[in-house]
């Protein structure tokens, strides 16, 4: 055997030692997959948050800021502006804007409520524009100005139902985050358009844009309760033009109207109800005088027949027993009640409270009280 020979059958058992080895080796190793999660950046097509790296996905699409910030972009889903890059979650989505602090008219507590609906502007305590207030707080994260709002209101718990009775869109504003925002409301026995009715349950909601037309979503408030009954209508008449001294006035502020005023013995039937036959109380008779409360059906009548009580001040000034004095058994609560004047003085301001009605009202009017006598004296 030559030397060729050999080396030929060295080498044929090396491959086969080769082989084996390498069999031995594939046999003994673990088998590893080849397949790896690439996570998908934003804008990326998706069906859930675990496909992105940003770890949002909204309307099928990746969505975040940037792969090092997990927070989520306007639009994605959240339980909390923790998980916004703009801090804000409402209606369960991230949001760059908002409305805040959402308040209804309250009518348990009349200021914000009722106060607003005194027929004679001068006694206004609260209320901007004769109506009930809703109000709400303007929220930008890059404090970009308001240009818009809309307010939806509706008696059902649905915000994008077909008919709401408030729709109102309101532009041209320029107000700042972080600004109060306020839109009156009226609340009408027979409401038209944008107007709300008595004795009815509401649920409200609140839409902002800003100057860059970016808008919130619907932001909720909460429900309330207009109140049962329309408010009274607070009128005064008396019974003398011109007073004087130690003289009983007659002032009247409702009156019996079962009857006419020619058989009636209420002394104040024929200074309410200046017509024939017998008084027919409505806000658009000008016959009838005196204050309009309304029953349970919103039908105008006489305060005197829903049991109203009545709170009377007289002029800022006055004290009681010095310049005046409640006489025949009545007082500064009574519905019609006799005053005399004790002292002289100029056109004074007068003014009564009137409960009920679900809202009080409030009113007055001027008196023109005794001048003091006087007569010329030559100094010398």
């Not at 909204?58 to 801090?87: L, M």
């Not at 709002?149 to 504003?173: A, K, S």
Request: charged letters at 15%; aromatic letters at 10%; hydrophobic letters at 30%.
């Amino acid at each position: 055997m030559n030397l060729n020979s050999i080396f030929n059958i060295l080498n044929s058992k090396l491959q086969i030692l080769i082989v084996l080895v390498f069999l031995l080796v594939m046999v003994s190793l673990p088998v590893f997959s080849a397949s790896f999660t690439i996570k998908k950046s934003d804008g990326c097509d998706c069906t859930s948050a675990d496909e992105c790296y940003s770890g949002g996905c909204c309307g099928g699409q990746c969505c975040g800021i940037n792969p090092f910030v997990i927070k989520k972009a306007n639009g994605c889903s959240c339980t909390s502006g923790d998980e916004c890059y703009s801090g804000l979650c409402e209606g369960g989505e991230c949001v760059g804007l908002t409305a805040q602090s959402l308040t209804a008219p309250d009518p348990a507590s009349s200021k914000n409520y009722c106060d607003c609906y005194f027929e004679n502007s001068t006694f206004k305590t609260d209320g901007r524009n004769g109506a009930p207030d809703f109000s709400w707080k303007y929220t930008d994260t890059e404090n970009i100005n308001l240009k818009s709002y809309q307010i939806r209101i509706n008696d059902v718990n649905d915000v994008n139902n077909v008919n709401p009775e408030v729709d109102l869109t309101v532009g041209g504003r320029s107000d700042a985050s972080g600004s109060t925002i306020y839109q009156p409301i009226g609340v009408k026995i027979s409401p038209s358009t944008n107007e709300l009715a008595y004795n009815q349950t509401y649920y409200w909601w609140v839409k902002v844009c800003n100057q860059n037309d970016e808008c919130s979503n619907w932001v909720a408030g909460s429900s309330f309760s207009a109140p049962a009954r329309h408010f009274p209508i607070v009128r005064v008449v008396w019974d003398k033009p011109v007073l004087t001294t130690n003289e009983t006035v007659q002032f009247c502020a409702t009156a019996d109207t079962s009857q006419p005023c020619a058989s009636s013995t209420d002394p104040c039937c024929s200074v309410c109800w200046t017509g024939a036959g017998s008084p027919v109380v409505d806000p658009d008779n000008t016959d009838w005088k005196c204050s309009i409360c309304y029953d349970s059906a919103n039908n105008p009548v006489a305060c005197q027949a829903v049991g109203s009580t009545y709170q009377w001040y007289m002029p800022e000034g006055f004290v009681e027993n010095t310049d005046y004095n409640y006489v025949s058994a009545t007082t500064n609560t009574s519905a019609n009640p006799r005053v005399e004047f004790l002292t002289a003085g100029q056109d004074k301001k007068f003014r009564l409270y009137v409960s009920g009605s679900g809202c009080g009202g409030e009113g007055g009017g001027g008196i023109q009280l005794p001048i003091p006598k006087w007569k010329e004296i030559s100094p010398f």
